[in-house]
């Protein structure tokens, strides 16, 4: 009998205050923040501990605020390298699990776990084993979601947070979420809500009463989506192709991150996809593989995205090269005044690495990227990291 599939999500808890409450356990059991100095105006949280956020500290705030509303709270300094490292860490400890691991963002993944419900006993059992298998190796908790899709389990792990687990059948849907606000459903963001409001749908079952044809009416695309969101019994089967195949050889490959906050400074920007860019071109050396198309995704608060890419015609895998592109694409983006809550690099046009040079700083350039690749295979991701990744900590 073919089994119902089942998408498990796990989202940690406060994950950059949990990491430096694991790491320093004198920070144990404190209110922590976890951004730019206080003493430097402008500078905002960007991780609160839950002891933090209890008193009314949170992410985006600025550190000023964060600091009159609780003048003792511990405060250390950003450390982007120390969590990305973690973050690899978890998602290998959950492909001990499945094949089918999805990394979201950083610390947030998916698995297919459909019919491991055989092997532990229950889906609540397989649960508790990852859960407990997290806090035992990194002293880190994680919510976890079971259900039928990505968003339902997205939004399961949501609700009894922080070191929760929501198991939620296809027949309970309707009733878990009846009183939830749209907002709080994952892509539905501000402007989307507003516009829901003003046809007076205002929670899950007030999504469910909608027929599809007045989604496609009234907000097209994103109403088909909508649709599907509230209606996940209809829309099962789609679901299957949102894993990547595990081993065939990628068309492409990419990276990208959700945000702990919007960011909305060049530099900021500019950071992360120095950071991303590093990513891509680790890989794509790893696979052997050079690209000549780059393409860049910057998605706002809510589902909103911009996004171009270019073909550069000659190839690369080099990770500073690939960072230039990224910034000639950024420039013919128009994307600047705009908040920015998750960005994505991909390279395509993929071509098997030749090795020939045209220039010789090229060949330098290879070489060290050669070398940061084997320290860092042997030592873990992140070892070594180019100067500019570190500003990700301003
Ligand atoms: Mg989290």
Redesign the pocket.
């Known amino acids: 009998m073919k089994h119902e599939r089942k998408i498990l999500h796990i989202?940690?808890?406060?994950?950059f205050a949990s990491v430096e409450q694991a790491v320093n356990p004198r920070l144990k059991g404190k209110p922590l923040i976890v951004g730019g100095r206080a003493d430097k105006r402008r500078s905002v949280v960007c991780a609160a501990s839950y002891e933090a956020k209890r008193l009314g500290i949170d992410s985006g705030m600025s550190t000023q605020e964060a600091f009159r509303i609780c003048p003792y709270a511990e405060f250390v300094a950003a450390d982007s390298a120390k969590y990305l490292y973690v973050s690899k860490q978890i998602g290998n400890l959950l492909h001990n699990y499945s094949p089918q691991v999805e990394q979201a963002s950083v610390?947030?993944f998916y698995l297919d776990v459909s019919g491991l419900d055989k092997s532990y006993g229950s889906y609540l059992e397989l649960g508790m084993d990852i859960k407990n298998n997290i806090k035992s190796s990194f002293d880190i908790t994680g919510s976890i979601g079971i259900s039928v899709n990505r968003l339902m389990s997205k939004i399961a792990s949501s609700l009894k947070k922080p070191d929760g687990m929501v198991i939620m059948d296809i027949g309970d849907i309707a009733c878990f979420l009846k009183d939830l606000p749209v907002e709080k459903i994952p892509g539905i963001g501000r402007h989307l809500t507003e516009r829901l409001n003003n046809y007076s749908i205002f929670s899950y079952s007030d999504m469910r009463r909608i027929p599809e044809d007045f989604y496609a009416d009234k907000f097209g695309k994103v109403g088909l989506w909508m649709f599907a969101a509230a209606n996940p019994s209809l829309f099962m089967e789609d679901d299957i192709h949102w894993f990547h195949e595990v081993d065939a050889a990628p068309k492409s490959v990419g990276h990208s991150y959700t945000l702990p906050r919007n960011i909305y400074a060049r530099h900021e920007v500019e950071a992360w996809l120095r950071l991303l860019c590093e990513m891509v071109g680790s890989r794509l050396r790893r696979y052997k593989l050079e690209s000549s198309i780059l393409h860049i995704y910057l998605r706002k608060p809510g589902l909103e995205f911009v996004s171009k890419e270019k073909n550069f015609k000659e190839f690369t895998n080099d990770s500073a090269a690939l960072f230039l592109r990224a910034l000639f694409i950024l420039d013919k983006l128009k994307a600047r005044n705009i908040q920015i809550r998750a960005l994505g690099v991909t390279a395509r046009g993929l071509g098997a690495y030749t090795g020939s040079f045209l220039f010789a700083d090229q060949k330098k350039r290879k070489q060290l990227s050669n070398a940061q690749d084997d320290i860092n295979q042997r030592y873990g991701d992140w070892t070594l990291h180019p100067a500019s990744i570190l500003s990700i900590r301003e």
């Open positions: 989202d940690m808890d406060a994950f610390d947030e």
